[in-house]
Antibody, heavy 117, light 108 residues
Framework: QVQLQESGPGLVKASQTLSLTCTVS??????????WSWIRQHPGKGLEWIGY???????YYNPSVKSRVSISVDTSKNQFSLKLSSVTAADTAVYYC?????????WGQGTLVTVSS | EIVLTQSPGTLSLSPGERATLSCRAS???????LAWYQQKPGQPPRLLIY???SRATGIPDRFSGSGSGTDFTLTISRLEPEDFAVYYC?????????FGQGTKLEIK
């Protein structure tokens, strides 16, 4: 059973960089045609796809955050990471890491990141 | 980007009734790359349907998906108490992936 777990600070100051890591267990991040993704959900709102990374390192980012976002992968640790720079209060959300192929079949539990002024 | 519009915003039904949820895309969804998710409070979304009509692993057969092009439907044939939640559609055929705004299915 594949499991994903987000980790990182729950509080980030405005203008700084949000950094989260997703640890994958129960399966190798290097195997299969999966897109390892980050998705966020603003409080009480819908879902926003941030971007994904393939195990080879190729990435795609949502244009809405493209200038501020970076996703990387560490296959030796079976982890992938998100960095979002110059954060504002609008970046306060629950951040999910997930595995995508035909739809998103595995999700982390999510971690709330609050941006403080 | 493809904008997905879900309707209705809220659907009030009773257990045992049939639920029909709609998802309309602003342009054709490539190869029916359309998924449906269920989300309960405090939980991540759960994949129900992918490829517009294929049930994900472990999903009961009372859930079914249909549609193509720009119009898609999620049907729950007979509502169980655990089905009351928020439902989202997602298209993954054209980058960026996008989600609908959600339909809240509540107990009448």
């Amino acid at each position: 059973q594949v499991q994903l777990q987000e980790s990182g600070p729950g509080l980030v100051k405005a203008s700084q960089t949000l950094s989260l890591t997703c640890t994958v267990s129960g399966g190798s991040i290097s195997s299969g045609d999966y897109y390892w993704s980050w998705i966020r959900q603003h409080p009480g709102k819908g879902l926003e796809w941030i971007g994904y990374i393939y195990y080879s390192g190729s990435t795609y980012y949502n244009p809405s955050v493209k200038s501020r976002v970076s996703i990387s992968v560490d296959t030796s640790k079976n982890q992938f990471s998100l960095k979002l720079s110059s954060v504002t209060a609008a970046d306060t959300a629950v951040y999910y890491c997930a595995r995508a192929a035909a739809g998103i079949d595995y999700w982390g539990q999510g971690t709330l990141v609050t941006v403080s002024s | 980007e493809i904008v997905l519009t879900q309707s209705p915003g809220t659907l009030s039904l009773s257990p045992g009734e049939r639920a029909t949820l709609s998802c309309r895309a602003s342009q054709s969804v490539s190869s029916s790359y359309l998924a449906w998710y269920q989300q309960k409070p405090g939980q991540p979304p759960r994949l129900l349907i992918y490829g517009a009509s294929s049930r994900a692993t472990g999903i009961p057969d009372r859930f079914s998906g249909s549609g193509s092009g720009t119009d898609f439907t999620l049907t729950i044939s007979r509502l169980e108490p655990e089905d009351f939640a928020v439902y989202y559609c997602q298209q993954y055929g054209s980058s960026p992936d996008t989600f609908g705004q959600g339909t809240k299915l509540e107990i009448k």
